[in-house]
Structure formats: structure tokens, C-alpha cells
């Protein structure tokens, strides 16, 4: 089995639990799966797939690093893949007849264990507190405070003001006001949602998904939508909240089911273009 349908048969599974895994609750304290040693962060399709483990510790390594840190897995366990791209060549043989060297892109995987699955293990890792609801509120507030180049945030359109959406021709997010929200969560779900469309402008990353978008229900519509989504999971993530957006009703994970099943790698490639995003929104070089 290809990598992309290892990850895709995972994330099917994990929608037809009743829950999208870019759902479910990630981290209360605004960390996302890190590497034990390096402590670099893990980015894309490896986030979802990390964070949805349901460990508490967002901290991870591989087999060969438990046992340099003089520990080991714990017997019986099972580790989660982590997903990397390895560019590869070739000659191939062109319409003409011609000998000509081509590159691509292969996905390859290796297998990470979180340190609530090993045991001995001499870390040096940081001190991870929980953070406050006051805590999580400035680190929400920041998000759009500190986005570069950050489209205009309305909630008094006057024909559309209790709807959320982003305006590519004009450029500007429009959110209901705060108090029609139920709880904050919602509110900065929503404009995490509506800010990761947005960075697919053309005088941003410029997105094809969301610039050659025609319709609800065609396959850039389906995807950006993903991408939306996806960009709205990691930074409550990263900001310690849950993610409150689009109900997760039937028909919803079902067309997400059938979605992933008929292209493999429409989820890792979402995940990619929702890590672009974020890295955009965080002005992260």
C-alpha cells in the first residue's frame, strides 16, 4: 500500500468514528507534536496525524532515539507514521525518442512514538503548562493582530452580516459580531477558517484552489474548503482552543469519505497548503 493511502485509510477511519481528526480537540497548551530531540516542529498531514493520537505529551521520536536517550518503547506498543517528501530522477524516453532526465516527488514514511509510549528515557524537555482562558484569548487576538498584509475583518455588511465568509474580489473577511457567537471558540474558529481562504489572494500565496474555484462542490472548492479547515485546526492548536466550525453532521463526513476515497492524496496535498498558510498568517519565514 502507497503512503497517501495509508494516511487517507487512516483519516477515513477517523471520520467514520463520527469526528473529522482536524476536529478533535488538539492541545491545551498551544504546543503541537514536536520531535523529543531536535524539537522541531512536525508540519503538514503529520500534525493531524500526531495530534489525533490521543496522547497528552506532544512530544515524539523514533525507535533508534529512544535508545540513544537510554530507554526504550514500551512492549506491545505501536508507533504513527510521519510523512516526508524525497525528490527522485530519471531518464525517461520522450515522444520523440529522445533520452531526458525528469524529477519528481516520491512520499516516504517512518515511524514515530510519543515518550507516553517509551520508558527510561533521559530527556531534557521543557515544562509544559496549561494555559489559561485568558492566556488563550491574547494568543487568539494575535493571530490577526500579526498577520502580514491581513485582509479587512467586517461584521456590519448590511445584507450578509450574520454570515461568516471571505471576499476574494473585494478582499475582506466578514464575521458576524462577537456576541452572536455562543462562546469564543466559535468566534475564532470561524475567523482562523475565513483568514486561512484568505491567504490563497493572489497578492498573497495565491492558491489555485481558491483563485480557480468555480463552484460550491467542484474539486478546488472541495479542496480549499480542506485546506480552510485544516488552517483553522493548527492554529487553534497552536492558540490552545477547540475547533468549533462546520457541524460534523452525516451527510458532511460522508462527502469526505467518498471525497478522500476517490483521490489518495487530496489530504496530505490540503495539509500542505493549510501549513503554507499558517506559516503565512504567523509571519513565519
Known amino acids: 500500500m502507497r503512503v497517501e493511502e495509508i494516511i487517507t485509510d487512516r483519516i477515513v477511519k477517523l471520520l467514520e468514528t463520527g469526528t473529522p481528526p482536524w476536529h478533535q480537540p488538539w492541545s491545551s497548551r498551544g504546543v503541537l507534536p514536536k520531535n523529543a530531540i531536535s524539537q522541531q ?3 503538514g498531514i503529520n500534525v493531524v496525524m500526531l495530534a489525533c493520537a490521543g496522547y497528552k ?8 532515539q529512544a535508545k540513544d536517550a537510554r530507554g526504550s518503547v514500551k512492549k506491545g506498543e505501536h508507533g504513527s507514521i510521519v510523512v516526508f517528501a524525497k525528490r527522485s530522477s530519471r531518464e525517461v524516453e520522450t515522444d520523440s525518442g529522445e533520452i531526458e532526465e525528469r524529477t519528481f516527488t516520491v512520499l516516504r514514511y517512518y515511524t514515530v512514538f510519543n515518550v507516553e509510549q517509551t520508558e527510561g528515557c533521559q530527556l531534557n524537555l521543557p515544562d509544559l503548562t496549561v494555559l489559561t482562558e ?3 484569548i491574547d494568543r487568539c487576538e494575535a493571530v490577526y493582530a500579526n498577520m502580514p498584509s491581513r485582509p479587512e475583518l467586517r461584521s456590519d455588511s448590511p445584507s450578509r452580516r450574520f454570515q461568516a465568509y471571505y471576499s476574494q474580489t473585494l478582499d475582506y473577511v466578514n464575521l458576524p459580531a462577537r456576541h452572536c457567537f455562543d462562546k469564543p471558540e ?3 474558529s470561524t475567523l482562523y477558517h475565513e483568514l486561512t481562504h484568505s491567504t490563497g489572494h493572489a497578492s ?3 492558491r489555485e484552489t481558491l483563485t480557480q474555484a468555480v463552484k460550491f462542490g467542484d474539486t478546488n472548492y472541495s479542496k480549499e474548503e480542506l485546506v480552510a479547515e485544516m ?4 492554529l487553534a492548536g497552536l492558540t490552545g ?9 452525516a451527510a458532511y463526513l460522508q462527502s469526505w469519505i467518498r471525497r478522500l476515497k476517490g ?3 487530496l489530504v496530505i496535498s490540503a495539509a500542505a497548503q493549510a501549513q503554507r498558510a499558517v506559516d503565512y498568517i504567523l509571519n513565519r519565514n
Not at 57 to 64: A, G, I, V
Not at 231 to 234: K, R, S, Y
Not at 241 to 249: E, G, H, K, R
Open 263 to 265: 483521490e489518495p492524496r
Open 41 to 43: 516542529d512536525y508540519h
Open 204 to 206: 498573497r500565496l495565491n
Open 241 to 249: 482552543i477547540d475547533l468549533v466550525t462546520i457541524p460534523n453532521s
Open 231 to 234: 488552517g483553522a485546526a493548527f
Open 186 to 188: 466559535e468566534f475564532y
Open 57 to 64: 505529551s506532544p512530544y515524539w521520536l523514533t525507535f533508534k
Open 134 to 136: 485568558i492566556d488563550k
